[in-house]
């Protein structure tokens, strides 16, 4: 059985009858060795999903996207707020941009800090955007 069906978390009864024994030493340093496997295959995973969701990026979004997270690095704006700036920046339409950014926000790229349709409410890059934008990146480097 893959070990990522298995709980990756044993009993405290199951733990304390072997924790002090060979068994359990051989059991626990067995147990890591497969959680650090499943990390491994995990990351590897991710990072495929990565240039998957890149690739089925058109152009324009991915445009939105990067500028979207630099713009983002230097201030706290609204959704409102930020697709204004990158209409003005990138001569697309506010409503094009405010759909992608939206669309991306729903992906779990961006979130919203404070409660949506609030004024006050500014949107965040999340782990994932972060991740997907330094993959991109990598990836433009690599081309270029």
């Not at 630099?70 to 700036?85: D, P, V």
């Not at 919203?112 to 349709?117: E, K």
């Amino acid at each position: 059985m893959n070990v990522l069906l298995k709980p990756a978390i044993i009993s405290k009864l199951q733990l304390e009858s072997i924790e002090n024994t060979e068994e359990g030493i051989i059991f626990a340093r067995k147990r890591i060795s497969e959680l650090e496997n499943d990390l491994l295959l995990m990351d590897e995973i991710l990072k495929q999903s990565l240039f998957l969701f890149i690739g089925l990026m058109k152009d324009k979004q991915q445009l939105i996207f990067t500028e979207a997270i630099k713009q983002l690095k230097k201030e706290s704006l609204s959704l409102n707020k930020l697709a204004e700036i990158l209409s003005n920046k990138l001569d697309l339409t506010f409503s094009m941009i405010k759909w992608n950014l939206t669309k991306f926000r729903d992906f779990g790229l961006f979130e919203s800090n404070g409660q949506r349709g609030n004024t006050k409410s500014t949107i965040l890059a999340t782990e994932l955007g972060k991740m997907l934008n330094s993959t991109f990146a990598r990836m433009k480097t690599k081309k270029l």
